[in-house]
């Protein structure tokens, strides 16, 4: 199969199923108006208008809709993306797309059009557009997961990052990628990567490409072997595959990377405040209002909790510990209690593992939902913490981590939170500390108010859903 077919059939059935969804939104927007029960609470003034004007209508607005989809990239294929980062993108453009039908309807003047319709647009547009997608999402993950148009990768370098790529490709046969083998700098077997086939040495790279219909090539090579590159790219000049490269060269350098002047002298610049002074208002408006809605909403379980505590094994009812927060500053969080008193008496500070004697029984299904995190919404309310940032962790821990874990103190540059972006991707737990610092780092350089909100919904999935929480 080519490489373009490849690439072909998912987007194809999306841009249909998408027009399908939005030609749906119309109908039912103008039966809702005009027929539907909601019809006694609007009355229809002034007459049933003709189904032909808004059908009509959506023949300019549905290609202006999917033009704007394809703007943003809503048709690339292997969208290794959550449903809730397509749910904001949806909202936005089906917004944009709205204002722009409103201003046309405006100039034309042959037909007015309700704007009760385009309020239900708006909304059903949404709607459908949300379902169909959240569909089409676990249709693409299925045709992959069955061997459909997968695409063929090869890995050059045999580094822990490369065992990562393998491990973390594999184990997730949706994404639609299958690992050929990889090549080492000598062409002998690594112990890193004894699963994988060994294709070869770095030089016999190209011919390899070549020869067989190779779609991706991951680069993960050290620091040390990256005189090997500029050869190896000028050897594969022509070849018509997509070449990709772990940056382990610029992990001292922010993923913003941007060009500023100073009196005319160009500046890289490699760092900047993690928050401008109007983002941490409004980071610290919108956790205040949702902690205080969400405090509100959970009292009945929060006093229920504290009841069961109570019953349940001597001791107070909340664990008050030292945490360090914002600028390295120290600060004392709250959890519900979930352990027996005086737990680290004999052990000294040490993480929670899995079957912990020490919690109680009533501590394990606290411990199961998060829980025993609920009081921390006080911290937030009070200012010590963020609803999403980095886990907050003790100093003795931080002591340690800063060094030995490459950036770990930048962690602090935001306040610490409930949540982070490390948790919803699987690194909770007992995960490497390594590993939760580089996402820890990526969220402090690239937040937004939309990126914490989809960071709280994929925590609430992790909650219900998850396993390694303990």
Partial sequence: MSKLRKDFYIPFITVIADAVAMETAFLFSYWLRFYSPLTLLIPVTYGLAPLRAYLESSVFVIPIWLWLF??????RPRRAVFFSDECF???????????????????YREFS?????????AMSAIFFLLFERFWMMKFE???????NDLKQIVIIGTNAVAQQMYRSISARPQLGYTILGYF?????P???????????SIQQTSKYLKEHHIDVVLITLTEAEHPLLPEFIRDCQGLNVEIMMV????????????IKHLNGIPFFSIKAPALTTWNAILKRSFDIVFAVCILLLISPLFLLTMLLIKLDSYGPIFYLQERVGLDGALFTVMKFRSMRVNAEQQTGPVWTKKNDPRTTR???LLRRFSIDELPQLLNVIKGDMSLVGPRPERPHFVEQFKHEIPKYLERHRVKTGMTGWAQVNGLRGNAPIAERTKYDVYYVENWSLVFDVQIILKTMRAVLFGSDAY
């Fill in 141 to 147: 993950q299925s045709w992959y997961a069955h061997g």
């Fill in 70 to 75: 394809q703007q943003r990239g809503m048709y």
């Fill in 190 to 200: 690594s112990e890193e990567m004894q699963q994988v086939p060994l294709l070869g």
């Fill in 247 to 258: 940056p382990d060269v610029l992990e001292l350098m922010t993923s913003q990377v941007q």
């Fill in 89 to 107: 993108a949806i909202i936005r453009l089906v917004c944009i797309g709205m204002m722009l039908m409103m201003a046309a309807t405006f100039f």
């Fill in 113 to 121: 059009y309700s704007r009760v319709v385009f309020f239900y647009l």
């Fill in 362 to 364: 009533i501590g394990k």
């Fill in 184 to 188: 080492s700098m000598d062409g002998g």
